[in-house]
């Protein structure tokens, strides 16, 4: 079954405990991102990659930190997390840039104490 | 990117056509129209995509007008289970991959 992985769904952390979000999607997808959502915004990008090795800032970057080592994996690091990183993230890989379907994983809802 | 401008929100009864506007005045040649949906807080679920022609698959049917400047995102036979906010995205096919979400308009089917 195509799908997009992430794990984990749910974390409580304290503030400045360096934690990774990570995904998987078993489609051989090039293009990977995340994305938060947070209540009145909507989703914002934060970070994408269109290849391995490549990636580039979102709307949101600031706080956060991708990686793109293999095709399938796109972790979200997160080095020392704050409050308003609390939020709903989402992954989403695409076959290609434009003109087709992305997939987005079930989210990972994130508490910062 | 272009932005997009939706209703925040449509009552729509069950069985009938859930028809969702979506205004795009600035698309640009080489953008496509997408429709995703977000139930409660699941990961957003692709619907339909188009670029000049009206496109239908097994869920639903695209409208766009032949400036582009609007779209219409046809349910024929709403359910329950198409309650949702759905999204209307404009992306470019080349360059930078991205997608801006708006705030999306929130569908309410009725029974």
């Known amino acids: 079954e195509a799908q997009v992985t992430q794990n984990p769904r749910y974390l409580i952390t304290v503030t400045g405990k360096k934690l990774t979000v990570t995904c998987s999607q078993n489609m051989n997808h090039e293009y990977m991102s995340w994305y938060r959502q947070d209540p009145g915004l909507g989703l914002r990008q934060i970070y994408y990659?269109?290849?391995?090795?490549?990636?580039d800032k979102g709307d949101v970057p600031e706080g956060y930190k991708v990686s793109r080592k293999e095709k399938r994996n796109f972790p979200l690091i997160l080095e020392s997390p704050s409050p308003n990183q609390t939020s709903l993230y989402f992954c989403a890989s695409s076959l290609r840039q434009g003109g087709g379907e992305a997939f987005f994983g079930q989210g990972t809802r994130l508490t910062v104490v | 990117d272009a932005k997009t401008t939706q209703p925040p929100s449509m009552d729509c009864a069950e069985g009938r056509a859930a028809n969702l506007p979506c205004n795009h005045s600035t698309i640009s040649g080489n953008e496509y129209v997408y429709w995703y949906r977000q139930i409660h807080s699941q990961g957003p679920q692709y619907i339909i995509h188009g670029l000049k022609n009206n496109e239908t698959n097994e869920m639903a049917s695209l409208i766009i007008t032949e400036d582009r400047k609007s779209s219409t995102l046809i349910l024929p036979h709403a359910t329950l289970r198409d309650t949702a906010v759905y999204y209307c995205i404009v992306s470019r096919t080349s360059g930078t991959y991205k997608y801006i979400f708006g705030t999306g308009t929130r569908l309410k089917v009725l029974a």
């Open positions: 990659s269109m290849n391995v090795e490549v990636t």
